[in-house]
């Protein structure tokens, strides 16, 4: 059975999340990647996918009308899944399901009005009459009131489940492929030059509400000799990344290929996902969070969506914009290895146990079949 995924930009980070659904669909099915391309590239981490993808440049509108039959086109699946509630991937979804008369499912892993609510009221404003984004404020809006129009919704989220029902398929890891014996820690650490050094590392795209200033207070606060603060996703050039780097202890590191994270967290004491508590984590679940955990290594969070209830004895949870509370868990861990290794193997336990390919397949798998029937 062929399956037509549909991101609502390749070049955005958010096609992390159907990629991983196409990576968990293609065991069983012919599937490929299908959306516009806003940017200049599809999205860095990736290029060397073994997943196929099929875009076409991205536009304004009106452009990007002209661009929707190009599009659906491309969307050949029997099956079709749409990854957010947005218009270039839902909405082209609807179209192509009322064309084609196949089944669509959407899935949904953040909040998206909530991206666009934290500028309050006049800033929700000044986006919703901003009409010449496709994704924009009053297009995604009105996606969210045909959220019900799916033939089924996945969540990745209790927060997103409550609110617009569905099954639950969390953020999961191949922990067969992910296997921390595969690395060696020390070794990872002098291939990235950070050796002699206790390596806290935050992987991802560093964006305001995933707390990367917090983090970097925290470890300047901690004023240790011995310790290296390791950013690992950073785009040259953004206002925030010079004053990262004017930090003696700061290590920069470039937007990786999804397929070398294990490479670069193996080399990390300590991995923090400072979320901060905004309308735009509410419902998310930082995928980064279950890299950490497939690979046992020792994690830092906050206390915001599901992060307790899923590092709940397997890792240390403080106070989302809590500095000092972040700054004392680091040096806990970074001055108890021992409690450290349980809490990573801890982590991976539960990883393979419920955040695991194969426990997300066992959800999904049946779900794709019974729409078929």
């Known amino acids: 059975m062929k399956i037509s995924v549909l991101a609502f930009d390749l070049s955005d980070n958010a096609t992390g999340r159907a990629h991983l659904l196409a990576q968990l669909l293609a065991a069983c099915h012919d599937v490929a990647l299908v959306g516009p391309l806003f940017g200049n590239a599809i999205w860095r981490p990736l ?59 959407l899935d949904i892993d953040d909040w998206e009005l909530g991206f666009f609510y934290r500028a309050g009221r006049w800033g929700r404003l000044g986006r919703f009459l901003n009409v010449t984004n496709p994704n ?12 019900r129009r799916a033939d089924a919704i996945t969540v990745s989220s209790r927060f997103l489940a409550a609110r617009f029902g569905g099954t639950v398929i969390p953020h999961v890891r191949d ?45 300047a606060a901690m004023s240790r000799d011995d310790v290296t603060l390791a950013l690992v996703g950073v785009e040259p050039g953004r206002h925030a990344t010079s004053a990262w780097a004017a930090r003696p202890f700061v290590r920069l590191f470039p937007p990786i290929d999804f397929d070398d994270v294990p490479s670069y967290l ?44 899923i590092l709940a004895g397997c890792g240390l949870v403080v106070e989302p914009g809590d500095v000092k509370a972040l700054a004392n868990a680091l040096a806990r861990l970074l001055d108890d290895p021992e409690e450290a290794r349980r809490l990573g193997l801890r982590a991976r336990e539960r990883c393979a146990s419920e955040y695991s390919f194969e426990t997300a397949r066992a959800r999904l798998l049946p779900l794709i079949q019974g729409l078929r029937k």
């Open 175 to 219: 922990t067969q492929a992910w296997d921390p014996a595969r690395f060696d820690p020390a070794a990872r650490r002098r291939a990235l030059g950070l050796e002699g050094s206790k390596v806290v590392m935050f992987l991802g795209t560093p964006r305001t509400y995933k707390g990367v200033d917090d983090l970097v207070d925290a470890v």
């Open 136 to 147: 924009g404020l009053p297009w995604t809006w009105t996606m969210e009131r045909l959220v």
């Open 266 to 309: 193996m080399a990390a004491d300590v991995v923090a996902v400072p979320q901060r508590a905004t309308t735009e984590t509410l419902g998310q679940v930082p995928a980064k969070l279950f890299d950490a955990m497939a690979l046992a290594r020792p994690i830092v969070s906050t206390s915001v969506s599901m992060i307790p209830e």
């Open 47 to 105: 290029e060397n996918s073994r997943i196929e993808y099929r875009g076409v440049p991205g536009h304004r509108h009106p452009r990007f009308l002209g661009q929707i039959p190009g599009l659906l086109r491309l969307i050949d699946g029997d099956v079709i899944v749409a990854s957010k509630p947005r218009p270039t991937s839902f909405g082209l979804g609807l179209i192509a399901r009322a064309r084609c008369h196949r089944p669509l499912v």
